[in-house]
């Protein structure tokens, strides 16, 4: 199933955002909702938030006060944090049995405000961010909610802010025009990349992509992009992977490049990268079939130059995932590769210039494929005898999780 995080600031509209989803299809997992049931009267929750908080926090009905917990909560940071270590394993629990019941291809929306704050962005195929400005919450809050404004600045800021939400955003959407327009976004942004993507991932099939190679100027945020990425795979399969690096021309800065993230995840062997494959196709990446070998370079045996390759399932964003053993030919250079280019203004200039060459050639054509056959030649005769000069002139090393005895001779 896709599984999606929905978050925002208190009063960014995110509650709309859940609603329209679900009237959408989506099975909507509301973990306010969820932290309401699990305080209820009679239940082990509320008994321990009795507990911890006194008997004052109760209602003439027995009931939780929750304006009166709000106050405290909101104004002490170390007693929110005590009311969280309660609440939040028990919603945790609640949530899990309601997904392990949805159907296998459902896109599973799990609505949690504290997302961010509660590290959960890793565990999700894609994070939603509804986001407004610090002033237009404000001010549906006062106007619509009853509050003063200095507690309606107090609730924001007892929250990750705004930066740091959109900082673990796939998506954000913004919220501070009108409810038609929030509600256009969302149909766009199911049709369009969640109902794919959820198709993708139940077919265990990587995005299909088309076209002909096109380079854009560097994104200054593809570096983020390429962080939150490799925190989803890390998370996918945390026992078999060694290290994920984000490699590629998206990982160097200045260099014009296809709007495609590589990373590589090394590995002790291809046993590894086999048994982790199922793993990282339900996080979203599934095996690109046929593809077991990169284009050997230099002195070393081309069967040492085997790997696997994963793609992403999401239509929305191209992402490679290169699969190689730690200390192997094809790992070394991608790591060595990006690192010259991003030392050596010169060297990056003339890549770049090849790479406009080779796409110009190739402009009419239906998809990359022989724009990448077509750089293979420079990468022989000019990149990888470049790359090696700079290697041994610098003393360029190999990742320190690599032994000595695996790398050993290879740079």
Same mark, same amino acid.
């Given at each position: ?26 099975? @909507?997992?509301?973990?306010?909702? =969820? ?8 239940? #082990? ?12 926090? $109760? ?8 304006p ?15 009311? /969280?270590?309660?609440?939040? #394993? ?7 049995a ?19 704050e ?12 509804v ?11 006062? *106007? ?16 990750a ?10 998506v954000? @959407?913004?919220? &501070? ?5 929030? @509600?256009?976004?969302?149909?766009? $942004? ?17 995005? *299909? ?30 026992e078999? @992977? ?27 062997? $291809?046993?590894?990268?086999?048994? =982790? ?18 284009? #050997? ?8 130059? &085997?790997?696997?390759?994963?793609? /992403?399932?999401? +239509?929305?964003? +191209? ?10 030919? *094809? ?29 110009? $050639?190739?402009?009419?054509? !239906? ?8 750089k ?7 990149? !990888? ?27």
């Open positions: 199933m896709l599984k999606i995080g929905l978050t925002g600031g208190i009063a960014s509209g995110k509650s709309l955002v859940a609603t329209r989803l679900e009237e959408l299809g989506a099975v @909507l997992v509301d973990a306010d909702a =969820i932290a309401r049931e699990v305080v209820e009267p009679g239940t #082990p929750g509320l008994a321990a938030v009795v507990e911890a908080f006194g008997p004052d926090i $109760l209602d003439g009905e027995g009931r939780l006060d929750r009166r917990l709000g106050a405290i909560v909101f104004q002490e940071p170390e007693r929110r944090a005590e009311l /969280n270590g309660i609440v939040h #394993p028990l919603v945790r629990e609640r949530a899990a309601v997904i392990a019941a949805a159907p296998g291809d459902a896109v599973v929306v799990q609505d949690i405000p504290l997302l961010v509660t590290g959960q962005q890793k565990n999700f195929h894609l994070v939603l961010v986001d407004a400005p610090e002033d237009v919450r404000v001010q549906r809050m006062t *106007g619509h909610r009853g509050m003063t404004e200095a507690d309606a600045r107090s609730r924001i800021a007892a929250q802010s705004r930066q740091d939400r959109i900082a673990a955003a796939d954000v @959407l913004p919220n &501070s025009g009108t409810r038609a327009e929030l @509600l256009a976004t969302v149909d766009r $942004l199911w049709e369009g990349r969640l109902v794919p993507f959820a198709r993708n991932i139940s077919q265990a099939a990587v995005a *299909g992509r088309s076209g002909a190679p096109l380079l854009v100027a560097p994104d200054p945020d593809w570096p983020r992009q390429a962080a939150c990425l490799a925190e989803r795979l890390k998370a996918a399969a945390p078999g @992977l060694l290290a994920v690096d984000h490699i590629g021309s998206t990982s160097v800065p200045g260099l014009d490049a296809k709007d495609v993230i590589d990373l590589q995840l090394a590995v002790a062997d $291809l046993a590894t990268a086999d048994r =982790i494959a199922p793993l990282l196709g339900a996080a979203g990446f599934p095996l690109w079939p046929g593809v077991l070998m990169d284009s #050997p370079h230099g002195p070393f045996d081309p069967s040492a130059w &085997s790997k696997r390759l994963h793609g /992403n399932a999401d +239509p929305a964003r +191209p992402v490679n995932v290169h699969v190689r053993v730690a200390g192997s030919p *094809g790992w070394r250079f991608a790591l060595c590769f990006r690192d010259w280019l991003r030392t050596d203004p010169a060297a990056r200039e003339e890549y770049a210039a090849e790479k406009h060459r080779v796409a110009a $050639l190739h402009a009419a054509d !239906a998809n990359t494929s022989g724009y990448a056959d077509d293979e030649a420079w990468f022989r005769d000019v990149g !990888a005898p470049g790359m090696e000069r700079w290697a041994e002139s610098s003393g360029w090393h190999p990742p320190s999780y690599v032994s000595s005895a695996a790398s050993a001779g290879q740079c």
